[in-house]
């Protein structure tokens, strides 16, 4: 039987289950990735474990998130990621190496592998034909213990692409068509193989753009071929003997089908406040700008930031706007320095900032009240960018670089200068001085964790209660995200470490008074619920969105859907998710009611039934069910997954 790739990679590493749409399989893990922002709760869940070292392959931990340095919390946490890696036999990347995502694929990505990262976006692997999927931190810890990764086996959407793209048309502009066409939940359930002819107009790193922004389709992952130009980017990171040819084979058949001309595509735009609100460059052109921001995982590559410094050459950034350049590696940089294209964008009044997230994640490069930011970012959803009534619009490079230069937003294709052609170098400065290789066993297991006063053990977490009778304490409406749940910035994620701490911001661009009125139902012994609507819990896939709002008593989340890794995360921790069997019944639910649910527990163990549920004072019998598997299951009859998972892993050693 013909295979396509997404299929030759989950046959080789399937571990429970058939390669059937919507059922459950598992999967074995080569390769892990932790960022700071949710790295530090995966080592604490490693050590509540007791592990005694990683059982992967490859595991990793990037400092790249949260790097400003105001006070010693982010520095402290540093140091205990450190330590965390020296213990339990991971790769650290020190700050300023880059964002994980372009650091893995540079040094330790390998085709045909598969990757599980605490991190949405570790999909952008995917170029590198990885089977690369984003995932709650707990689960990843469970991957680093040698666990299985348990998922619904996805339909797979070949997507096949044509043509050539224009001049002043990029891989961001690609992965944007496909955000217009389908919107923030349209790959939902879904893996995205792209291939066709029109691949061979794509560098590795242009392959990275579109993988990345997977992630805002909602997608489980998203994948490319390992070909001749998979080969050519190994070659030149200098690991040309890990590359193997992956390819689809003759005859190979996808589940969904689609199609995209790229001739046909023209530079697009992403409005405010989606990622799926995409409209064409030239409806919106004229619009007065005030930041104009090139770099993040979204637009990782040399080529994205050397674009620009041609775009500027000679030339002046327009007075009332920003020219942040954001360059996502160390490797970039180096290159961006040594060719001398760093120095045409510092002579054009560019502003540089160091290797790492930064501004993409509202650590730095807010922009000012009620201002237009052009960014080249993967989210522009509310707040996130570190202001709250924020106005971020995702471009491309040749966009961002174009409206910088006149102030205004302009299509790059009315520029009267001839179109500059780039390739990424094929000789990048390789050095991996900030790259920590791990410690041996004996020698790692000297090493005790670093906790500075900050660092706080994971609260307990209690099993599933016979019944439920809980406050609705929130009700949201649709494609509420995670940034949302839980905002990140430079005021908040410090905290990331100490759960009783940063659950004081949970749903505060939402409702600021949330964190106190649940904590006083908590103090009296009382749990919440919580009532969304569609597509609850896009976007990161940060597991404080789950946990801090289960510190403060939240127990159950009824929606009309869910968004897949906010879901996992919400079963992680003892939180049950319910759909409305009628959505309809979402209208009949208020903030301030009371859902009774007697024999919750009863409810769960039997499977997918209709749960029986009712409004304490009202007539209203709505009816509810949950998608869980058995292994979900019983996570929450435990109380969450750790306790679940408590003694399978401890004592265990690798010599």
Not at 298 to 319: F, K, L, S, T
Not at 613 to 625: E, H
């Amino acid at each position: 039987m013909a295979h396509n790739v997404t299929q030759k990679i989950i046959a080789s590493h399937l571990v429970e289950g058939q390669m059937v749409a919507g059922k459950e399989i598992a999967l074995r893990i080569d390769q892990t990735l932790c960022q700071d922002a949710t790295g530090t709760l995966v080592m604490l869940e490693l050590e509540a474990m007791g592990l005694d070292r990683v059982k992967t392959e490859v595991s990793a931990q990037y400092v790249d998130h949260n790097l400003l340095q105001e006070d010693n919390k982010n520095a402290d946490d540093h140091l205990f990621l450190q330590s965390a890696c020296e213990r339990f036999g991971i790769w650290f990347s020190r700050p300023g190496n880059g964002v994980s995502h372009p650091v893995h694929m540079q040094r330790l990505g390998i085709p045909g592998k598969t990757l599980l990262g605490s991190d949405s976006h570790t999909c952008a692997a995917g170029s590198l034909a990885m089977l690369a999927i984003g995932a709650g931190g707990l689960e990843v810890a469970m991957a680093m213990a040698g666990e299985p990764f348990h998922i619904r086996m996805p339909l797979i959407w070949g997507v096949r692409l044509v043509g050539e793209l224009p001049d002043w048309v990029s891989a961001k502009d690609i992965i944007l068509e496909m955000l217009r066409r389908h919107g923030v939940a349209g790959g939902l359930g879904r893996a995205i193989e792209y291939h066709g002819p029109g691949l061979a107009q794509l560098s590795a790193m242009d392959r990275h753009v579109i993988a990345n922004m997977g992630a805002e389709l909602g997608a489980t992952a998203s994948i490319f071929p390992s070909d001749d130009i998979t080969r050519r980017y190994m070659c030149s990171q200098g690991r040309e003997k890990e590359w193997i040819e992956l390819l689809p084979d003759e005859g190979a058949t996808y589940d969904l089908v689609e199609e995209i001309d790229l001739t046909r595509l023209e530079p697009l735009i992403a409005k405010p406040p989606s990622p799926g609100a995409v409209v064409p460059v030239r409806e919106l052109a004229g619009m007065e700008i005030y930041q104009s921001y090139v770099g993040s995982s979204a637009n990782p590559g040399y080529r994205d930031i050397a674009v620009v410094a041609e775009v500027m050459r000679g030339r002046q950034v327009h007075p009332r706007v920003s020219l942040d350049i954001n360059p996502a590696s160390r490797q970039a940089l180096a290159a961006l320095i040594a060719d001398k294209r760093l120095g045409s964008l510092i002579q054009a009044g560019a502003r540089l900032h160091q290797a790492g997230c930064n501004g993409c994640i509202g650590m730095g490069q807010a922009p000012a009240t009620g201002r237009n930011s052009l960014r080249t970012v993967p989210r522009n959803f509310p707040g996130r960018s570190g202001t709250i009534e924020d106005r971020v619009f995702l471009c491309s490079p040749e966009t961002a670089a174009a409206s910088a230069l006149t102030g205004v937003l302009t299509d790059p294709r009315t520029l009267n200068m001839p179109f500059p052609r780039i390739d990424e170098p094929d000789d990048p400065p390789l050095d991996d001085r900030l790259l920590i290789a791990p410690l041996p066993p004996e020698q790692a297991r000297q090493v005790e964790l670093a906790k500075a006063p900050n660092i706080v053990t994971l609260p307990e977490l209690d099993p599933l209660p016979e019944r439920f009778e809980l406050e609705v304490l929130l009700k949201t409406g649709d494609n509420v995200s995670t940034d949302e749940i839980m905002p990140a910035g430079a005021r908040v994620l410090p905290f990331r470490s100490n759960i009783p701490r940063i659950s004081e911001f949970a749903f505060h661009h939402v409702d600021p008074t949330y964190h106190l009125r649940a904590a006083g139902l908590r103090d009296k012994g009382r749990g919440h619920a919580i009532v969304g609507g569609e597509n609850y819990g896009q976007g990161s896939s940060r597991e404080h969105a789950a946990l801090a709002p289960r510190y403060l008593g939240l127990r159950l989340v009824v929606t009309k859907s869910f968004a897949r890794i906010h879901m996992q995360n919400l079963v992680n921790f003892g939180i049950v998710p319910l759909i409305f069997i009628d959505k309809n019944d979402y209208d009949a639910l208020e903030q301030g009611d009371s859902i009774i649910i007697d024999g919750i527990r009863d409810c769960i163990e039997r499977g997918g039934e209709e749960i029986e549920a009712r409004i304490k004072g009202k007539s209203v019998r709505p009816r509810l069910r949950h998608n869980l598997s058995r292994r979900q299951a019983q996570m929450l009859l435990d109380g969450s997954l750790i306790n679940s998972m408590r003694g399978r892993v401890q004592g265990i050693r690798i010599d």
